[in-house]
Every structure is written in C-alpha cells, then in structure tokens.
C-alpha cells in the first residue's frame, strides 16, 4: 500500500481560519437573504423632493402709504375758494380794466397767471417735507428785514412805499409785507418748537418774540402799512398763546398798548396823522370829505344794495368806478351787491370750513413745529378774511386789506397757496404717523435752533448751548 505523509497532505481550512470565515459566510447570507425578500416586496415609489418656493415678491405701497394721504377736504375747499374768487374778481374789475386800459381782462388774467403759478408751488410745497423750514427760519426773517428797508427807498404810491418795482412801467412789484407774515410764521414756530420747555419762562416766552414784533412793526409802520402792522401783531400774539407763552404778560401789553393808544389818540393826535385821517371817517363817513368816508359810504350802498338774493352775477351797479378798489379791498361789497346776503354767507361758511379744517390738522400735527405752523398760517388767513370783511362793513376803521383768494394781487395770491401747500404738507406726514406724538429731540441739523439757555436757578446741568435767540434778547 501507498503511504502518503500527512505534512504533505492537502485539507480544508484549519480550525482557526474556519472560525473567520463562518461569520463572513452568515453576513453573505443574511445579505442575500435581505436581497432576496426586498425583491420580493412591491416596490415603493420615493418621494420626489418639493422644488424651492420662489421667494415672495415684496407688495407694492401704495401712494399713500409712501407719501401720506393728501388733505382732499382741505382741498376742495380751497379750489372752491380760488374758483369762486376769481370769477368775481373778474366781475368787479373789468370796468375799471376797460376805462383805464382798454382792456377788461387787465387785472384776471394776471390772476390767474398767478392762480396757475400759485397751485404749482403749493403741489410742491405739499411734497416739500416742512422740517426744512427749521433751518430756513432766521436766513428768511434776515432777508425780509431787509427788503423792509429796500422799500423804504422804492417810489411812493397812495401815498405809502409798499413795493418793489421790477420794472419801469410799475406792472411787476414786490411786496415784502406778505412775505413778513409768513417770515413771522416761520420763525415764532420753529422757537415755540425748540424752548417748550422753558415757555412758560419770561426770558424765553415773552422777550424773544416781543423783540421781533417790534422790529417788524416798526419797519411796517414806515411804510406805512397799518393793516399788514395790525395783522403781524395779531399772529405774533395768537401764535404765542397757542404755543404756551405766559398770557399774563400777553395781558398787561395788551392792556398798556391800548391804553397809550387812547392816550395819543386824545392828547397827541397830530403825532399819527396817517390814523387819525381813517378814525374820523369810520366815526362818521357820510359826513366827511375824505377819500376813506368816500369809500365806506359807497361799500355800505353795495352791502345795503344786494338785499337777500343780490342783483345778479354781474349786476352791479358800484363797480362802475362809484366804489374805489372795488377789485382789491372793497371787493367784498361787491360780493354782498351782486349775491346778496346769501351769497355773503356762503363765502363766510367756505372760509370758516377752511378754518376749522386746517385747526384739525394742526390738533393731528406729526410734532409741535408742524402744529405752530399751521396754526400760524391758518390764522394769517382768518385775521384777515375778519379784517376785510369788517373794513367793508365799517366795523372797524378803513385799512386797505385784501380778501384772501378774491383780491387782485400776484404776492398775495403766491404766498397764500404756497402756504397751503405747507398746511398740506402737515396734514400728509401727520396722517401718514397716525396722531402726533411726543416731541422728540432732532438728530443734527438742528444747532441753529438749539433751545435758550436755561435761566438762573433753574435744575439743569445742560447750559453749553445758548443758541442763536441770545442774540435777540442781548446775551
């Protein structure tokens, strides 16, 4: 038999390496086996990935949303106003446009040159953004100072130096009286705005403002303008009421400006000629032979003549050259004549709507500055519907004022649209904050209208910055 040695002899694995290979075996297996039944499974669809949402596009503001909500009330009651005034301004001037031109269209369509000019201004002024005039308010004070001293120097007419003529036919003028109300305006808000908190002080709420009237009314009085003098004053004080000045002290100067104007009245009459020549005739116009008894004599027969209803559109009989002005500061009583009391009424009721509409939108100002300066503007406009409504009356002695939106006159027309558009633009940044709020500090841009310096005594650390107004007062 074949031996064959075991050394030599080939087998299977050893024992040691059969113990590896048994789990490599058992996972091939399981393998297989998981293999074999997901096959056997019915297959799943997977879930395809949702595609990325677009990112939503940003909704468009609306007009109002970005600019504000423009005051449509206040609005339309202005172009009412405008409308109405100047169809009678054509009523009452073309008889005097034909006898002195030859032209009865002389004075309208200057107007509404003026009208078209004034509107574009005030859509501006609507979108203009107010705080600007903070800054403006004393460079615009110093510049209507000294046109007032300009006009001093321009030539006399009716006896006053109320113009600056920019031509040699005397067609073009200036006249820097209406621009010294609203430098008043401006400036009277932007302190009440910036010293709240030291108002009720005499040094901070009374002296500074005194100090401009006077200067203001000392200028206007030279001119002489005694309406446009009567109407600063009047602004000047109403505007420091409402700002919270101390009204004591409005009190007592009141009361000291009328007692030493009855005094030189009575015992220095000779002193203000220029008032005494309209005092006489107001006491007693049918029996003087002054121009100004001539004049309220013939407004009274047109405000008597017109009755309930009027004479008609047109009709009136006083406008052919028996009314002096009847185009600028009678023009009232033409109204009356024409529209009769009625008609007297409803432009009494537009000009209080307008009133009472801008007195809201001062109540709803975004913050003080923009509340005093609506408050100042619409004032400006009642002081002086009141004063012309009472000189064609005779309520009160004559002083040759217009009647805003009815009278001719370019300046006068420009300025008054231009402050709505101001009044309007309180009104859209008002609307678009929702009610005012508290007064806060402005970042920068405000040094020039840093408030006064605290008085004496007072508990504050914060006396670095003394401001511009010491100026005003002598500090």
């Known amino acids: 038999m074949l031996q064959i040695p075991l050394g030599k002899l080939k087998m299977g694995p050893s024992a040691p390496q059969a113990g590896i290979a048994a789990p490599r075996l058992r996972r091939a297996q399981a393998r297989a086996g998981a293999t074999a039944q997901a096959q056997a499974r019915p297959m799943k669809r997977r879930k395809q990935p949702k595609p990325p949402k677009p990112a939503a596009a940003k909704p468009r503001r609306s007009f109002a949303e970005r600019f504000g909500r423009v005051d449509v009330p206040l609005i339309t009651i202005l172009m009412l106003l405008l409308a109405f005034g100047l169809v009678m301004l054509?009523?009452?001037?073309?008889?005097?446009?034909?006898?002195?031109?030859?032209?009865?269209y002389a004075f309208i369509v200057p107007q509404l040159k003026y009208a078209g000019i004034g509107l574009i201004i005030m859509v501006g002024a609507t979108f203009f953004d107010y705080h600007h005039l903070r800054k403006l308010a004393w460079p615009f004070m110093g510049i209507t100072l000294v046109m007032l001293v300009v006009v001093l120097f321009m030539e006399e007419k009716n006896g006053a130096h109320r113009w600056i003529w920019l031509n040699s036919s005397h067609t073009q003028s200036i006249q820097p009286s209406e621009l010294a109300k609203f430098g008043v305006i401006i400036l009277f808000a932007a302190i009440l705005a910036a010293n709240q908190k030291y108002i009720k002080k005499f040094s901070h709420g009374f002296v500074p403002?005194?100090?401009?009237?006077?200067?203001?009314?000392?200028l206007l009085l030279a001119e002489p303008h005694l309406s446009c003098t009567i109407l600063v004053l009047g602004i000047g004080f109403i505007m420091m009421v409402a700002g919270g000045s101390p009204i004591r002290w409005l009190a007592l100067t009141g009361i000291a400006a009328a007692v030493g104007l009855?005094?030189?009245?009575?015992?220095?009459?000779?002193?203000?000629?220029?008032?005494?020549?309209?005092?006489?005739?107001w006491l007693d116009p049918t029996h003087s032979d002054s121009t100004q008894g001539h004049q309220i004599?013939?407004?009274?027969?047109?405000?008597?003549?017109?009755?309930?209803?009027?004479?008609?559109?047109g009709n009136s009989v006083q406008k052919f050259l028996y009314l002096p002005e009847m185009y600028n500061d009678y023009i009232f009583a033409i109204v009356c004549e024409e529209l009769g009391f009625v008609g007297a009424v409803g432009v009494v009721l537009l000009f209080l709507l307008l009133f009472l509409r801008g007195f809201l939108i001062a109540l709803r100002a975004k913050d003080k500055f923009g509340s005093m300066l609506t408050v100042g503007i619409i004032v400006q406009i009642a002081l002086q519907t009141f004063l012309h409504i009472a000189v064609n009356t005779n309520t009160i002695p004559c002083t040759g004022i217009s009647l805003p939106f009815f009278s001719s006159g370019g300046s006068s027309l420009v300025m008054l649209l231009g402050e709505i558009g101001i009044v309007l633009s309180v009104s859209r940044q008002g609307a678009k904050t929702g009610l005012r709020a508290p007064e806060q500090p402005r970042e920068g841009g405000d040094a020039a209208l840093s408030p006064l310096p605290e008085p004496r005594g007072a508990n504050s650390t914060d006396d670095a910055d003394d401001g511009p107004y010491t100026a005003v007062m002598g500090g």
């Open 90 to 104: 054509f009523s009452a001037s073309y008889p005097t446009g034909h006898m002195r031109f030859g032209d009865s």
């Open 209 to 218: 403002f005194m100090v401009i009237l006077g200067i203001v009314s000392v």
């Open 262 to 281: 009855y005094l030189v009245l009575t015992y220095m009459p000779d002193t203000v000629p220029y008032v005494m020549e309209r005092v006489g005739p």
């Open 297 to 313: 004599t013939q407004s009274l027969i047109a405000v008597g003549s017109g009755g309930l209803f009027g004479n008609g559109l």
